[in-house]
């Protein structure tokens, strides 16, 4: 079975288009998360999310909205998009603290933008 | 703020050989380290972690030892295979309760020749 799922796995699209991202755990974690992963693999947290609750939001810009309707998902919305969007996109989700800090990764949904 | 820094890739080994990954940190008091790995065409896996001063994590293999005192955990096995070739992240843990998010390091591509 599929701990942390995504799709679509691959997204080819045009700048100036709206794309959404969705991702499905089947862990019970109460919290999820979004990464950006660049060209040079570099990774950064873009949000992360508590039984629906934003927590954390790395100053992404508007046009990037996530949307969580249970704790099992975490969505992610892009509108106009832009060419320097192209990266790799995972989502994760952990247990609540206290516990591990371990966050377990989908398997990415690679954005290309034209 | 927190940091990850990791010694520029790519390492190219062969078979057997030893492998060292130098990871050092900046941040405020004593954060969990971690090492994940990420395969090609996956997601990241957590591979080991330590949670305090001088603590060795281990796993298939491979260890790094938390140094309070040259703020590092270097990542290390004695002899590697070529299932081992992949993207390998150093990161810390700051925040807490469910605030925490984990900062990555660059990443360091392996690619052990047969």
């Known amino acids: 079975d599929t701990a942390v799922s995504q799709t679509p796995k691959y997204l080819v699209t045009q700048m100036g288009n709206d794309k959404s991202i969705k991702c499905e755990q089947n862990?019970?974690?109460?919290?999820m998360y979004w990464y950006k992963q660049d060209s040079k693999k570099f990774l950064k947290i873009m949000f992360s999310y508590n039984n629906k609750e934003l927590i954390i939001n790395e100053t992404v810009p508007n046009r990037f909205s996530p949307k969580s309707p249970d704790k099992a998902h975490l969505n992610l919305h892009i509108n106009s998009l832009e060419l320097g969007d192209s990266a790799v996109y995972f989502c994760?989700?952990?247990?609540?603290?206290?516990?591990?800090?371990?966050?377990?990764f989908g398997p990415g949904t690679r954005l290309t933008v034209t | 703020g927190d940091s990850v820094t990791q010694m520029e890739g790519p390492v190219t080994l062969s078979e057997e050989a030893f492998l060292t990954i130098n990871c050092t940190y900046t941040?405020?008091?004593?954060?969990?380290l971690f090492w994940y790995v990420q395969y090609p065409g996956e997601g990241l896996q957590l591979l080991l972690k330590?949670?305090?001063?001088?603590d060795k994590g281990s796993n298939k293999g491979f260890e790094a030892t938390y140094r309070k005192e040259t703020t590092s955990f270097h990542l290390e096995k004695g002899s590697v295979q070529v299932s081992d070739s992949a993207v390998y992240f150093c990161a810390l843990k700051s925040g807490g309760g469910s605030n925490y998010k984990l900062t990555f390091g660059k990443g360091t591509l392996l690619t052990v020749n047969p």
């Open positions: 941040a405020t008091g004593y954060p969990s």
């Open positions: 330590a949670t305090k001063a001088d």
């Open positions: 994760a989700s952990s247990p609540t603290p206290p516990g591990s800090y371990e966050q377990y």
């Open positions: 862990l019970g974690h109460d919290t």
